[in-house]
């Protein structure tokens, strides 16, 4: 019966697969008949099977979802059930996705003629004599990791020097990504330019403090901070374009 | 604008009766200044390369307002739409470029021996076509309307700068909102999302009236 098989691989998923056997049985996608679907559907997937191709999670997550759905209809006298169970038919709800689905699908073949003709125009890199210039007059502004490196010890030094040295101490488990969020937040208080000691006050031991150090090295990563160093080699942050 | 799609459609130009006059209006106060200003513009334009120029950072190199820039914008636009000119200008999101145009495409990979096209799957297609329309949103969210996973297809998107974390969604967990980039625009040649085709209907009225049969 099986004339020609396709992969698995050829289908993005268990509604591309539905649409695929919607269309090839000739299906009414409006008033669909989800016995037939489901049987063609578990036919596709055994048939991949005995190809011993893997069949990924999803399609078997929607097959149990099909499979459910029919033997709740097979039961007699069960049927108004299965409306007030469920805040919405699965039924409508499949229909809804399938079409939902195949709106994207359709839209993503325009996109793609769209991708493919931009593709055909070239543009150029910026050019190289403007780059160096610029490269330049940034150098005055940013600096560069090593020397923030240089500077990061001073402040350490300061810090240790102003607090006294504790001989107990518990390490406050924090990750940078906390730390990043509260820095974030701190700076809605700052102004536009600002010290790193004023990024410090809340941190009361050395972990926390390179929790804040590789969240601020995130922060620039992004362009949301930039840094600079001045002479005494503190580090100055100035804030960038927030994403 | 107008004047582009006159150039496109030059042939059936009597409807665009009206836009002529505003042309030939435009046309007669193209200034010394004007195209002095337009020839810096230019010049701008090829420099930046591929990075590409905004309205305000023109505005701001040139030291006049946007609204003027655009105006220069719009007769290079019409100058380089010319059918003797192998370069455009195009704009897509906020930025203006020189790009070789899609007819010098054959000749090029004959020069530089381009065998390799870049392509996007369709499982990169349907993901970013779902951002695009609905931006912004949640990987769950995407992964609703597909069936399938978006994880991975999220991080590779993200990696080749076409979508970009946006903010976070207020629903349980605070996921990660996400949007389309500049850069996604500029590989669907987007002036803005407001550009994208009508997502195609497959009438759901009829199901709709189904509904109400139901109840």
Same mark, same amino acid.
């Given at each position: 019966m099986k004339e020609f098989k396709v992969s698995i691989d050829a289908f993005d998923g268990p509604l591309d &697969?539905?649409?695929?056997?919607?269309?090839?049985?000739?299906?009414?996608?409006?008033?669909?008949?989800?016995?037939?679907?489901?049987?063609?559907?578990?036919?596709?997937?055994?048939?991949?099977?005995?190809?011993?191709?893997?069949? @990924?999670?999803?399609? &078997?997550?929607?097959?149990?979802?099909?499979?459910?759905?029919?033997?709740?209809?097979?039961?007699?006298?069960?049927?108004?059930?299965?409306?007030?169970?469920?805040?919405?038919?699965?039924?409508? $709800?499949?229909i809804k996705r399938l079409l939902e689905y195949q709106q994207f699908k359709e839209a993503s073949a325009s996109l793609n003629a769209m991708?493919?003709?931009?593709?055909?125009?070239?543009?150029?890199?910026?050019?190289?004599?403007?780059?160096? #210039?610029?490269? @330049?007059?940034?150098?005055?502004?940013?600096?560069?990791?090593?020397?923030?490196m240089k500077a990061m010890r001073k402040c350490m030094m300061r810090m240790q020097l102003s607090k006294p040295i504790e001989t107990k101490y518990t390490v406050k488990e924090m990750s940078m990504e906390d730390r990043e969020l509260e820095v974030r937040a701190m700076l809605d208080k700052l102004p536009n330019t600002f010290r790193f000691e004023s990024l410090l006050e809340d941190c009361k031991d050395v972990p926390? #403090?390179?929790?804040? #150090?590789?969240?601020?090295?995130?922060?620039? $990563?992004?362009?949301?901070?930039?840094?600079?160093?001045?002479?005494?080699?503190?580090?100055? #942050?100035?804030?960038?374009?927030?994403? | 604008m107008n004047e582009e799609e006159i150039l496109e459609t030059e042939d059936n130009a009597s409807v665009l009766d009206a836009d002529y006059d505003d042309e030939e209006d435009e046309e007669e106060t193209y200034d010394d200044g004007f195209i002095h200003m337009a020839s810096v513009l230019e010049g701008l334009l090829f420099l930046t390369g591929d990075e590409g120029i905004t309205l305000e950072q023109a505005a701001n190199a040139l030291e006049t307002d946007e609204e003027y820039v655009e105006k220069l914008f719009d007769y290079l636009q019409k100058y380089y739409l010319q059918d003797n000119r192998g370069i455009e200008i195009a704009r897509y999101g906020l930025t203006y470029r020189f790009l070789s145009k899609a007819s010098v495409h054959e000749a090029a990979k004959r020069l530089f021996q381009i065998t390799k096209t870049n392509k996007l799957s369709q499982a990169a297609l349907e993901t970013l076509a779902i951002i695009a329309y609905k931006q912004p949103i949640t990987r769950v969210e995407i992964e609703e309307i597909r069936g399938v996973g978006a994880d991975v297809m999220l991080?590779? =998107?993200?990696?080749?700068?076409?979508?970009?974390?946006?903010?976070?969604?207020?629903? *349980?967990?605070? *996921?990660? =909102?996400?949007s389309v980039t500049e850069e996604c625009m500029d590989a669907f040649q987007l002036l803005s999302l407001d550009e994208l085709p009508e997502l195609p209907q497959f009438d759901d009225n009829e199901e709709e009236n189904n509904d109400l049969f139901v109840q």
């Open positions: &697969l539905m649409l695929h056997l919607i269309k090839e049985k000739e299906l009414d996608l409006m008033n669909l008949d989800i016995n037939v679907l489901t049987d063609q559907y578990i036919a596709y997937l055994e048939s991949m099977e005995t190809l011993h191709l893997e069949i @990924a999670g999803e399609y &078997l997550v929607e097959m149990a979802t099909l499979i459910e759905y029919k033997s709740k209809r097979m039961i007699p006298g069960n049927k108004d059930e299965i409306d007030s169970e469920y805040e919405e038919d699965p039924r409508e $709800r499949l991708f493919e003709e931009r593709q055909k125009m070239m543009t150029r890199p910026l050019s190289e004599e403007a780059e160096q #210039f610029m490269v @330049a007059e940034e150098e005055q502004y940013r600096g560069n990791p090593y020397e923030l926390m #403090f390179i929790v804040t #150090f590789l969240s601020v090295l995130d922060l620039a $990563r992004q362009h949301i901070l930039y840094f600079t160093i001045d002479e005494e080699e503190n580090i100055w #942050f100035s804030k960038g374009v927030v994403a | 991080r590779k =998107l993200e990696a080749r700068g076409l979508i970009k974390e946006d903010g976070r969604s207020d629903a *349980p967990g605070r *996921p990660i =909102l996400y």
